[in-house]
Nanobody
Framework: VQLQASGGGLVQAGGSLSLSCTVG????????VSWFRQAPGKPREFVAG????????AYSDSVKGRFTIHRDSTKTQVSLQMNGLKPEDTAMYYC?????????????????WGQGTQVTVSS
């Protein structure tokens, strides 16, 4: 499975950004896909995830109500709409794929990772 993340950038606090993850490979449409992020000096953390069907989603408490994850009908495009951005959302964002049947926050369950896209929120 190959993953390509895009859409990061610089935005003011309160603004919005949309990240996109293109998932390729024979099993891409059956994988759970999630977004993680890592800020400088901090461990990588789970942000949001969506299962293969798109019917099951999960969010970290810090982004719930502000971020929305979506999977298109081809199952190979996963987007993360980020609204109400805060300076503490500044991080490198990664998409990752897991063979788990449902969303999982366990980083160890994700074996395929994209290259990351930087999100910077200014105050």
């Amino acid at each position: 499975v190959q993953l390509q993340a895009s859409g990061g950038g610089l935005v003011q606090a309160g603004g919005s950004l949309s990240l996109s993850c293109t998932v390729g490979g024979r099993t891409a449409a059956r994988d759970t896909v999630s977004w993680f992020r890592q800020a400088p000096g901090k461990p990588r953390e789970f942000v949001a995830g969506i299962n293969w069907s798109g019917r099951s989603t999960a969010y970290s408490d810090s982004v719930k109500g502000r971020f929305t994850i979506h999977r298109d009908s081809t199952k190979t495009q996963v987007s993360l709409q980020m609204n109400g951005l805060k300076p503490e959302d500044t991080a490198m964002y990664y998409c990752a794929a897991s063979r788990a049947l449902d969303t999982t926050t366990r980083e160890s369950a994700y074996v395929n990772w994209g290259q990351g896209t930087q999100v910077t929120v200014s105050s």
